[in-house]
T-cell receptor
């Protein structure tokens, strides 16, 4: 079966750095997405990785290792507005998105 | 630029009633999707469409039907609502290449009593 694992919840302090991990087992791989979802709102696109390595976009970076079936999202200089759920999703061999359950990130002052 | 618009935003139904959820996008996207999101679970694909006039089943299609008569609209129908269909429903659209992200509507919160 297809499976994406993420921690259910993480807590971090304002101004700090946090890393959210995602491991996947899917039938094929055609890219990995990270989305942010604030409570009661729609998911919004953060990043896309299809090749191994680090993609940096401002305070957010995303890393991919295809051989390990592993990705992480790195958030730097945390702000209160970063409190949200972070969703990992993998495009499988049929070009369907398989979604993880999401990681709820709580930022404390 | 509206993006993806879902109507209604909230709805309460009684078991056995039927209803249609409407999704409209103004980005000329080929692909459209209907998901449901339940607590503690990832987004689950109900049905999707790769172009006007086409539809296909996703992971959890039972109890739902869809239609894509116009490129910009994707309708989700509940034939006979059941309490298990209480959920938040999201519509999404995508340009049509795997590297492009899906764009989501604000969701419809549906309760079945």
């Amino acid at each position: 079966g297809q499976n994406i694992d993420q921690p259910t919840e993480m807590t971090a302090t304002e101004g700090a750095i946090v890393q959210i991990n995602c491991t996947y087992q899917t039938s094929g791989f055609n890219g990995l997405f990270w989305y942010q979802q604030h409570a009661g709102e729609a998911p919004t696109f953060l990043s896309y990785n299809v090749l191994d390595g680090l993609e940096e976009k401002g305070r957010f970076s995303s890393f991919l290792s295809r051989s390990k079936g592993y990705s992480y999202l790195l958030l730097k200089e945390l702000q209160m507005k970063d409190s949200a759920s972070y969703l990992c999703a993998v495009t499988d061999s049929n070009y369907q998105l398989i979604w993880g359950a999401g990681t709820k990130l709580i930022i404390k002052p | 630029n509206a993006g993806v618009t879902q109507t209604p935003k909230f709805r309460v139904l009684k078991t056995g009633q039927s209803m249609t959820l409407l999704c409209a996008q103004d980005m000329n996207h080929e692909y459209m999707y209907w998901y449901r999101q339940d607590p503690g679970m990832g987004l689950r694909l109900i049905h999707y469409s790769v172009g006007e006039g086409t539809t296909a089943k996703g992971e959890v299609p039972d109890g739902y039907n869809v239609s894509r008569l116009k490129k910009q609209n994707f309708l989700l129908g509940l034939e006979s609502a059941a309490p298990s269909q209480t959920s938040v429903y999201f519509c999404a659209s995508m340009l049509g290449t795997p590297s492009q992200p899906q764009h989501f509507g604000d969701g419809t919160r549906l309760s079945i009593l």
